[in-house]
């Protein structure tokens, strides 16, 4: 049974840096393609960041490109997400994915089997 747990969010100042973490458990890491969503208030669950299943590939909504790394680390089976020069836009709850089938990495939250819990991310201005 795989499992996703999330953590990491906070409220932070708007310029601030967080990072939030993803801990796997029942299948490694390096066997996904992994995801971050983030869904803000009243707003449906939109793409962030993907990382390929061989770490090859990272790719990034245009929104957040050049401010958010997405990253794992296999030895502790977790992903990432350092999330520099926040913005009150950023607000949201966050959501690590997991897909087994589409392990080039997917945009599309169908493609995901797998979800966390999420983490609340509260950036004040």
């Known amino acids: 049974q795989v499992q996703l747990v999330e953590s990491g969010g906070g409220l932070v100042q708007a310029g601030d840096s967080l990072r939030v973490s993803c801990k796997a458990s029942?299948?490694?890491?390096?066997?996904?393609?992994m995801a971050w969503f983030r869904q803000p208030p009243g707003k449906l669950r939109q793409f962030v960041a993907v990382l390929s299943a061989s770490g090859g590939r990272a790719d990034y909504e245009d929104s957040v490109k050049g401010r958010f790394t997405i990253s794992r680390d296999n030895a502790e089976n977790t992903l990432y997400l350092q999330m520099n020069s926040l913005k009150p836009e950023d607000t949201a709850v966050y959501y690590c994915a997991a897909s087994t089938t589409h392990l080039s990495g997917s945009f599309y939250r169908g493609h995901y089997n797998y979800w966390g819990q999420g983490t609340q991310v509260t950036v004040s201005s």
């Open positions: 029942g299948r490694a890491v390096s066997s996904f393609s």
